[in-house]
């Protein structure tokens, strides 16, 4: 059975920062290009991150560039997402997700809440 699991989460005072973790069973992890979406309250699915398989590339969208970095540990099945100075729009349900040709799988997601 194929899993992404998150956690990491939680409710962080602007300018915080929270490590997000995903992990995956049931597939070959380090095969996969692995991702974090966020979907935030009343807004649609926004892609944050991808990193690929094989040489680590990575990618960002322009409003975390400097302030999220994505990684992932093959030998752990697992995802990171470490993110750093936090700001109110960044709440949201963060998911993860992993492709590989017609393949994609996703997790349920892990809720970050940026508050005073």
């Known amino acids: 059975e194929v899993q992404l699991v998150e956690s990491g989460g939680g409710l962080v005072q602007p300018g915080g920062s929270l490590r997000l973790s995903c992990v995956a069973s049931?597939?070959?992890?380090?095969?996969?290009?692995m991702s974090w979406v966020r979907q935030a309250p009343g807004k649609g699915s926004e892609w944050v991150s991808t990193?690929?398989?094989?040489?680590?590339?990575?990618y960002y969208t322009d409003s975390v560039k400097g302030r999220f970095t994505i990684s992932r540990d093959n030998r752990k099945n697992t995802l990171y997402l470490q993110m750093n100075n936090l700001q109110p729009e960044n709440t949201a349900v963060y998911l993860c997700?992993?492709?590989?040709?017609?393949?994609?799988?996703w997790g349920q997601g892990t809720q970050v809440t940026v508050s005073s």
């Open positions: 990193i690929n398989s094989g040489d680590n590339s990575t």
């Open positions: 997700n992993a492709v590989r040709l017609f393949y994609k799988f």
């Open positions: 049931g597939f070959t992890f380090g095969s996969y290009d």
